[in-house]
T-cell receptor
C-alpha cells in the first residue's frame, strides 16, 4: 500500500440501507478527513480526526458518522442512506499539527456512491 | 456567502498560453492558501501552497496571494495539454480546509 486507499471504488445503494466507506493510509499521518464532492459545490468537509481516538464535525456532518480506532483507518458510515447522499467521497490525510507538510493533504482515489 | 468563491469555467486555451486562475475569499483568518489539481475521476493532488501574502514560483506555476484584497491566483506559463484538469483553490486557518468549486481547464494542442 502506498498513500491512501479507499473501498469500494463505486457502489449503488438502496435508500435506507447502511453503508460503510473504508479508508486506510500508510503514511502514519495524524489527521484524516472525509469530504464529499458534488458538481457546483466543490469539496465539503464531512468529518475529520486530528488524532486516533478523536473526531470532529465538518461542514456537512448530518447523516454520517466516523470512528478513529487507530492511526491508519478512518471509516465513514451512512446509517440510513438517502438519495441526497449520492456523491463522490474522498478520504484525505495530513501530518497536522506537526511536520513540514502540515498543510498538505493527501487524497485517496475516491468512492462513487449512488443512492437510489 | 460561501467562504471561497471560484469561477468554474470551463476555460479553454491553446497550448503555450499563459493561464490565470483565481479565487476570492471572505474569511480574513485564512493563513494558508493552496492549489490542487484534479484529473478526471481521480483525487485532488497538491500543486502549491503559500503562507500569508506574496508570490511563490515552482517551475511553470506561480501562486500569488493578496490578503488585503482577499484574492489568490495561480498562473501557468507555457501551458501543456497535460495541464488539462480541474484546479481547486483551498484555504485554511487551523485544521479545517475550505475548497473552491474548481475551474475546469482544457489546453488544446
Amino acid at each position: 500500500i502506498a498513500g491512501i486507499t479507499q473501498a469500494p471504488t463505486s457502489q449503488i445503494l438502496a435508500a435506507g440501507r447502511r453503508m460503510t466507506l473504508r479508508c486506510t493510509q500508510d503514511m502514519r499521518h495524524n489527521a484524516m478527513y472525509w469530504y464529499r464532492q458534488d458538481l457546483g459545490l466543490g469539496l465539503r468537509l464531512i468529518h475529520y480526526s486530528n488524532t486516533a481516538g478523536t473526531t470532529g464535525k465538518g461542514e456537512v456532518p448530518d447523516g454520517y458518522s466516523v470512528s478513529r480506532a487507530n492511526t491508519d483507518d478512518f471509516p465513514l458510515t451512512l446509517a440510513s442512506a438517502v438519495p441526497s447522499q449520492t456523491s463522490v467521497y474522498f478520504c484525505a490525510s495530513s501530518d497536522y499539527p506537526s511536520g513540514r507538510s502540515s498543510y498538505e493533504q493527501y487524497f485517496g482515489p475516491g468512492t462513487r456512491l449512488t443512492v437510489t | 456567502q460561501k467562504e471561497v468563491e471560484q469561477d468554474p469555467g470551463p476555460l479553454s486555451v491553446p497550448e503555450g498560453a499563459i493561464v490565470s486562475l483565481n479565487c476570492t475569499y471572505s474569511n480574513s483568518a485564512f493563513q494558508y492558501f493552496m492549489w490542487y489539481r484534479q484529473y478526471s475521476r481521480k483525487g485532488p493532488e497538491l500543486l502549491m501552497y503559500t503562507y500569508s501574502s506574496g508570490n511563490k514560483e515552482d517551475g511553470r506555476f506561480t501562486a500569488q496571494v493578496d490578503k488585503s484584497s482577499k484574492y489568490i491566483s495561480l498562473f501557468i506559463r507555457d501551458s501543456q495539454p497535460s495541464d488539462s484538469a480541474t484546479y481547486l483553490c483551498a484555504m485554511s486557518a487551523g485544521n479545517q480546509f475550505y475548497f473552491g468549486t474548481g475551474t475546469s481547464l482544457t489546453v488544446i494542442p
